[in-house]
């Protein structure tokens, strides 16, 4: 009820700390390498068995998540995937993760998901084998699962030379079939009418418009390479079964690797004779 000495302290107030500094900013996206996860149990083997993930987006935390394009599904870091206070880990979810969130990035306040693997550490996924808990026949096991970047793709095969003109291209004349075929394989002069998409010329008898062609499986079912003898001519687009109808009928043919020309001098073809394929010289 009286006033009385007291000593009072006046001082000036703390100085306010500075801001923390802004965070870095993420690396762009197309510097975050994807990987490939090998090693999934059975029943996760269409999403962790073979399957390649890329980067998608950043969440807000910082890290990358990534997304297997044939499946849609995702591989994220969520620092708590419920909101109660789970570890930080990496998750394989079938959904996107919130991009805006701080964590439990599914908005589920649970932590259901196919796979994941503690890990504090947010800018990638653990590459090499690693023990994930995947959910595997109707709980979690542990599961050896591999991280590890694809493999390059080797580089473009180098174009192919272009063919020579077409007037560069020498004919000849063809003799000795039989007399089924003496029209157009006695006495008969090919010419180079073109080139089909493998590079080879193929050649016509201007006289019966038949073709002779090298085609390198004239069925597409894994023949032979074989220069070949027949009425109709070849795709200059398709890379075999160069008449297009899935069989080998033909009036004659020799088997060769040689796509530059039919083999000069005297050969053995086999050629369609009364009724069936004979040896002709």
């Excluded at 990534?66 to 994220?76: A, G, N, P």
């Excluded at 004349?173 to 010419?191: N, P, Q, S």
């Amino acid at each position: 009820g009286s006033f009385t000495d007291n000593d009072l302290t006046l001082a000036r107030p703390s100085p306010s700390p500075p801001p923390s500094p802004p965070a870095p900013p993420s690396p762009p996206l197309a510097t975050v390498l994807p990987f490939v996860i090998t090693g999934g149990c059975a029943d996760k083997r269409a999403v962790l068995d073979g399957v390649e993930y890329a980067a998608a987006g950043y969440t807000a935390s910082g890290a990358p998540y990534y997304r297997d394009s044939s499946s849609s599904v995702y591989i994220y870091w969520d620092p708590d995937c419920n909101g109660a206070g789970e570890p930080a880990r990496w998750i394989v979810h079938a959904l996107a993760p919130s991009t805006t969130g701080a964590l439990d990035l599914d908005g589920d306040g649970q932590c259901v998901l196919a796979a994941y693997i503690d890990s504090e550490d947010s800018s990638s996924p653990p590459l090499g084998m690693s023990t994930w808990q995947v959910f595997c026949d109707g709980s979690f096991t542990d599961n050896d699962l591999t991280l590890a970047r694809p493999s390059p793709s080797p580089p473009p095969s180098p174009p192919a030379p272009p063919s020579p003109p077409l007037a560069t291209v020498l004919p000849f004349v063809i003799t000795g079939g039989c007399a089924d075929k003496r029209a157009v394989l006695d006495g008969v002069e090919y010419a180079a009418a073109g080139y089909t998409a493998s590079g080879a010329p193929y050649y016509r008898d201007s006289s019966s418009s038949v073709y002779i062609y090298w085609d390198p499986d004239c069925n597409g079912a894994g023949e032979p390479a074989r220069w070949i003898v027949h009425a109709l001519a070849p795709s200059t687009t398709g890379a075999l079964d160069l008449d297009g109808d899935g069989q080998c009928v033909l009036a004659a043919y020799i088997d060769s690797e040689d796509s530059s020309s039919p083999p000069l001098g005297m050969s053995t073809w086999q050629v369609f004779c009364d009724g069936s394929f004979t040896d002709n010289d």
